[in-house]
């Protein structure tokens, strides 16, 4: 029977073709029994094999039941052909809806997130699209948007013959394994590559495009041509085509259209929820110039090559410092430190932190003498926008520091408040041993380990000698003490030396961010919960980029109990701190305490992922270890995080912390009895954080268990100050 014959398919009366592709045809169609009309799909006569790979994809698709993507209804045969019936969506495509100037960017976004948000739940169930594309995406009469043939256009039988039909969007296929369409392909797939969530974030990232600009990043009058193109050329600029967006828009579609799937954005919850953050602050407009910066590690270009920890505090001073300006977005310490010695040029690293500018320096210091070179690019054309080099003494440190800082507002033509301009001249210390020693401390204690807070406190004090009025060192000793209390030995010296010093950080600069989180933590173990709050908030009020105030704060509110009011805290500090692993994972605990477990599992991923990543540069990073190990138990996959949690044991076998996260690895892998001896020696060794206990839900297999009320009972004999 040919298709032109065709008026009825079982209980399926044909209407009208409203559609038609390469591989199928879809009819508008009454559905006879239950009295509506639906999208019928006539797929084309294949073979077994085919088939099965199509009906198990099918099943997948038809479970994903959400708002924003079409319902597939069911799968069927008739007259020798399959056919699939499916939601009928009154309405036009996307790809009708775009003007050729491209749409405002207010309805970009009420059509951009929840299309995300879409893309992001079949990720979740571990779908992916493959040919998204904005004929694949309809608009219905309400305005809202449904997505189009899910996880069915990369399913193809294996023994397909070449085809190439030449259309205004190239609809090709190659040798049964390229499908789709070419303008909104991804490299991998124009590669014949594996694809996964990021080929999808790829098109997405053209739609976007496309949406805004009204043109397709990517061109070529020929199949070749266009394929050279996305293959190779960079997309012209959406911020000059688009003087109107707000400026981190461009750069975030910018990161979809990374040709390596390493360095783009990598899930599409990410994606959203970037989308749902810009959308609710796109009145601020574009800055003029490119008012966002990274500041990499300064090299040694010492003979010794020993004064890494100097080099590296003056970065992190600068940092600080240009933190203070509100007009300035700065890219965090530990996400433009991770590209220390990076082969990578600026323009890519710039790329990758998503900022217009980086400045990048070296230091050579010997004895009293000190040169400083310094230079800051823009990273979209790659050309230098200043360069000096200081020759000093020592001495004059901090004046240096203050005359970058300065260069960097001019260059930038930054509009600067009258206290903005105080902040910049304002020095912690005057005395470069303080500093010296405040770096050498600081240093330490990034190790995150009892060795290296003992030798922090250490050099702290020493720079304590040199000016007994340095704030910063203060908060920096309190640092310390808070954390051997919460993670190490939580006896009240600890506590008690944390309050103490963030006082007097407070006391000698009651405007120092860092004085207010040292002074909230200490707060929070002392169980004076208000005034921890009342700290945490000051400190994001005087610097809202403080990572260590949204992480703190919310592992404050999570020991509270208030994990709803905690996560976005950590949506926040991950914001902030787009490569740190430990926001993701905890997060995705409270999702799962929560009951939303596809959300867990997403972060989860991501989480997983920036581990990896911590590990590919610090391979024995024992938090990172531990984290990840709990992460990919959860994710079911046993045996890997069982193998991460012996590999954290080995660097550290005595460390509290990391027994009582053993303890949580072990709960995850139905493992009871190991779980109660990490969880014993942890307390035994110093960790005593029973609110915590009390909290994790990753201990809940155990609570029954009359070993584990013994282990809190020797816990509350032994416990100094209750937690």
Known sequence: MTEEALTQLLHYRLIEKIGSGGMSDVWRALDTKLDREVALKLLPPSGAEWLILFKSEARTVAALNHPHIVTLYAIEEAAGRTFMTMELIRGRTLKSLIPETGLPFKDFFELAVPLADAVSAAHTRGVTHGDLKPANIMVNEAGSIKVLDFGLARVRPKTAPVVVERTSTFEIQLDGRITGTLVYMSPEHIQGRPLDERSDIFALGIIFYEMLSGRLPFQGETIPELMASILKDDPPSLAKRRPDLPRELPRLINRCLEKIQDRRLQTALDL??????????????????????????????????????????????????????????????????????????????????????????SVRKAGRRLRISVELTDVSSGDRIWTEQFDRELKDVFAIQEEIAQAIVKALELTLSPKERRALKQVATAHPQA??????????????????????????????EFDPSYALTYAGIADCHSFMYMNIDRTDAHRQEADAASLKALELDPDLAEAHVARGVALSLSERNDEAEKAFETALRLNPQSFEASYFFARHRFVQGKTELALPLYDQASRIRPDDYQSPLLVAQIYDDLGRSEEARAMRLRGVKLVEDRLDLFPDDVRALYMGANGLVALGEREKGLAWARRARDVEPDEPM????????????????????????????????????????????LRALPRFAEILRRLDETTAHPS
């Not at 890219?331 to 690293?349: C, V």
């Not at 010296?436 to 922090?456: I, K, P, V, W």
């Not at 493992?671 to 990753?698: M, Q, T, Y």
């Open 435 to 464: 500093y010296d020693y405040y770096l050498r401390g600081r240093n330490f204690f990034f190790q995150s380990r009892r060795r290296g807070m003992t030798y922090a406190l250490q050099m702290f004090s020493r720079a304590i």
């Open 272 to 361: 959203k929820n970037e989308l749902e953050t810009l959308r609710r602050e796109p009145e601020s407009g574009p800055a003029p110039g490119p008012s966002s910066i990274a500041v990499l590690p300064f090299s040694d270009l010492s003979r010794a090559k020993d004064q890494d920890y100097f080099c590296e505090g003056i970065a992190e001073e600068i940092i600080n410092t240009l933190n203070r300006l509100q007009g300035l977005k700065v890219a965090a310490r530990t996400a433009s430190f991770k590209y220390k010695s990076s082969p990578l040029d600026g323009r890519e690293i710039g790329a990758r932190l998503g900022v217009g500018t980086l400045l990048a320096g």
């Open 658 to 701: 990391l027994l009582y996260n053993l303890a949580c690895i072990h709960s995850l892998a139905n493992e009871p009895e190991p779980a109660l001896d990490c969880l014993e020696k942890a307390v035994e060794f110093g960790f005593s954080h029973r609110r915590w206990i009390e909290r994790d839900s990753n201990l809940d297999a």
